[in-house]
């Protein structure tokens, strides 16, 4: 920061006095400083019966004071005058309207549009619309979709991927489609949340693995998250039958604190959700978890 600060001091009602400008001040701190310190100077002067000098002045912070660089007397010297090299600048208003209709969607107003459009808050949608890629690569994973959890996935775990991999938005490790089919699979239940962060890591390390392959090797390619999802046996059980008979088996091993939890101690039931999901290797439909446990310890 620097600052140029004028200052001049008169009596209530009178015609204003010289100035003086102190040239350079480098904090808000030392302006105030600066102009405190250049008031009282030239209130002194003034009562002295003396004039105070039109000038520049320096203020040396170490010392409380200013001191004089040089005289200005007259408006020549603030190189008051016109540039005699510069030409008219004349600009067609026909192309200034053509410029004004053909400009792409600003940020402000793109985020104005996110807003309103998906829902988003003001931090998400100025995030998303910081850089013209992020928001095109945000609005391909959110069409048709949820576009609030779409920007979750978006700002969270494909952000963090990015500063993990060093790569760029234009060059992501997950494509905006393999992240929209990822959403896809989350809202037909195929797969469930803590499924779906697994597929969308094996993305990205498949990703990873392409890109340092050696060119005399075959280069990996990134799976779409269905293949992964099939090819490691990921698809959530929804099979009520199956679910039935692993909330059974847990309670019949657990009954001392089936007992504590119909007691009251109702913190509990997340340790028999945690005790099926891992006996199910997370691939049960929490939502059914839930309400079979629901029923079967009340």
Known sequence: MRADVNVSVRKPGEAYRTRCEIKNVNSIRFVMQAVEVEALRQIEVWESGAEVQQETRLFDSGRGVTRAMRSKEDAHDYRYFPDPD????????????????????LPDAKKTRFMKDYGLSAYDAGVLVAEQATALFYETVAK?????????????????????????????????????????????????????????????AEAALSSTA????????????????????????????????????????????VAEFRSGKDKLFGFFVGQVMKAMQGKANPALVNETLKRRLT
């Open 144 to 204: 048709g979709r949820d576009p609030k959890l779409a920007a979750n996935w978006v700002t969270g775990d494909f952000f963090a991927a990015l500063n993990r991999t060093g790569r760029t938005i234009e060059d992501p490790p997950v494509s905006a489609e393999y992240l929209g089919q990822l959403l896809d699979l989350v809202a037909d239940n195929t797969i469930n949340g803590k499924i779906a962060k697994e597929v969308f890591e094996t993305m990205v």
């Open 214 to 257: 050696p060119l005399s090797v075959d280069a990996t390619v990134v799976r779409s998250p269905a293949s992964i999802i099939d090819a490691k046996g990921l698809r959530q059980v929804t099979d009520t039958g199956a679910i039935d008979a692993a909330v059974d088996n847990i309670i019949a091993a657990n009954q001392d604190k």
């Open 86 to 105: 510069l030409l008219p600048l004349v600009l067609d208003q026909a192309w200034i309207d053509d410029l004004k209709a053909h400009l792409p969607e």
